[in-house]
């Protein structure tokens, strides 16, 4: 579609428990502090709710008081910006936070999944208990960062005990069981044989795969192994070794112009 044959788009917010056939739709807490008190829209403005499982409406603002926005629900908005692609990412932690960086460029870069580690070499970084409010810290920035990419599906976010965990595919059972078609890349800066082209042209018909990227201080031999174990091939980004988290995004875009086109 031609840049001008793209609609305005409208201010789009968020709302879990919209469901399919609904009538209408209660915006509250902080999508209403952000649509009354941000962005000041008026009753009779339209707008577009998604509710994060890839479902989309166009509505109206009928009504907003002090708890709630109404919308009157116009009809479902088909147009998805899904990847084809199902990309699950594990992720070493890493340190300060990039971590809400990665989340924010692999939702922008359509992974359906986000799987924290904390990596043998992982500078110990969540204090016991942290990991709750990581979480709910890093669902709020995949809601914006799926707003503002125009996403209809906010991708899981878990975090695994350790690479075991990671690669055994417990954070994503379904996605692990998916069995053919689906590949298990592990990025290895030390590989110097295979790259993930190679790998990449070996199954062009895929459409589902995990991405395993390791800690600042790199995988450790045992990690090697461990995930050759859980079916992971080793691949190379490349002679130059790369940031933790601008391999990441690397790698996504890399799968996503191979395997889905990103087009
Ligand atoms: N400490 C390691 C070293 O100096 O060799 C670097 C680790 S790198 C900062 C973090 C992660 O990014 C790696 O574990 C790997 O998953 C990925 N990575 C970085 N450069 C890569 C490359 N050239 N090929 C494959 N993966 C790479």
Redesign the pocket.
């Known amino acids: 579609m031609s840049l001008q044959g793209k609609a305005m788009k409208t201010r789009s917010f968020f709302v879990g428990e919209l469901e399919k056939g609904a009538a209408s739709v209660l915006i509250t807490g902080d999508e209403l502090k952000h649509l009354r008190g941000v962005l000041r829209l008026r009753e009779g403005e339209a707008v577009t709710i998604f509710n994060g499982r890839g479902l989309v409406v166009k509505g109206v603002i009928q009504r907003i008081v002090k708890q709630a926005a109404t919308v009157s629900v116009l009809g479902e908005d088909t147009e998805s910006r899904e990847s084809s692609v199902h990309v699950v990412l594990l992720q070493?932690l890493v340190k300060g936070d990039k971590n809400d960086f990665i989340v924010q460029k692999a939702v922008e870069l359509g992974a359906t999944g986000i799987v924290f580690y904390a990596a043998k070499?992982t500078v110990p970084l969540l204090g016991p208990g942290r990991g709750t409010d990581r979480l709910i810290r890093w669902r709020r920035i995949a809601i914006e960062a799926a707003k503002q990419c125009g996403r209809s599906v906010i991708p899981g976010i878990s975090l695994a005990d350790g690479i075991e965990e990671a690669v055994a595919g417990h954070a994503c059972p379904r996605m692990f069981k998916a069995g053919k078609g689906f590949l298990k890349i592990?990025?290895?800066?030390?590989?110097t044989t295979r790259t993930?082209k190679d790998m990449l042209r070996t199954a062009p018909a895929a459409k589902a795969a995990a991405l395993?990227?390791?800690?600042?201080?790199?995988?450790t031999d045992e990690d090697v192994v461990h995930a050759a174990k859980n079916g992971f091939t080793p691949?190379?980004?490349?002679?130059?070794?790369?940031?933790?988290e601008?391999?990441?995004i690397a790698?996504l875009t890399i799968v996503q112009y191979e395997l889905d086109g990103m087009d």
């Not at 592990?186 to 590989?191: F, G, P, Q, R, V």
């Not at 395993?212 to 995988?219: A, H, N, S, T, V």
């Open positions: 070493a070499r592990m990025l290895l800066e030390s590989e993930i395993l990227i390791g800690p600042e201080g790199g995988f691949v190379s980004l490349g002679r130059r070794i790369l940031r933790a601008t391999a990441a790698a």
